[in-house]
């Protein structure tokens, strides 16, 4: 049986406001400023506090740097270009776990029980503690949640 797992996302289409904003941190990082860029957007919006914040955060900036600015601008882009999934979202039937980070400020709560009331079928799990990144900053609950849901 096909299943869907969404973690952390947003089913709408990029706003004007965020696209814009986007651009400015794409011509950033096409100038060489991708580790300022990485720090200033994820410190406030990815991450929950905690005793591994600062951790985490260095292995995501490590990430980066390995995968280079053309990787960052390449998922920009994408980002930008997204269309709205509601629709295809309401048309699937399968298990779906949503799950979210409760303190994920870029994909937050409302977009996660929006995806939730698209697909009633689907399990919502919300991770304490956690911000965009669950799987890093809760990688047990996180397991656990994804394992929960293998299983019905």
């Known amino acids: 049986m096909e299943r869907l797992a969404l973690l952390d996302t947003n089913p709408l289409p990029e706003t004007p406001q965020v696209a814009a904003d986007?651009?400015?941190r794409m011509g950033r990082v096409a100038g060489g400023d991708l580790d300022a860029v990485v720090m200033t957007e994820m410190k406030p919006l990815y991450l929950a506090d905690g005793p591994a914040r600062r951790d985490i955060f260095d292995l995501c900036l490590?990430?980066?740097r390995s995968m280079g600015p053309d990787a960052f601008l390449h998922q920009s882009r994408a980002l930008m270009d997204r269309r709205d999934q509601?629709?295809?979202?309401?048309?699937?039937?399968?298990?779906?776990?949503?799950?979210?980070?409760?303190?994920?400020r870029l994909c937050p709560r409302d977009l996660h029980d929006l995806m939730q009331a698209l697909m009633p079928q689907s399990r919502l799990e919300v991770i304490e503690g956690a911000g965009h990144?669950?799987?890093?900053e809760r990688p047990d609950e996180t397991?656990?949640?994804l394992l929960r849901w293998l299983e019905e």
Not at 86 to 104: I, N, R, S, Y
Not at 133 to 136: D, I, R
């Open 143 to 145: 397991t656990a949640a």
């Open 133 to 136: 990144l669950p799987a890093l």
């Open 86 to 104: 509601q629709a295809t979202l309401a048309a699937w039937k399968g298990p779906t776990l949503v799950l979210t980070g409760a303190e994920d």
């Open 22 to 24: 986007r651009m400015v």
């Open 62 to 64: 490590d990430m980066a």
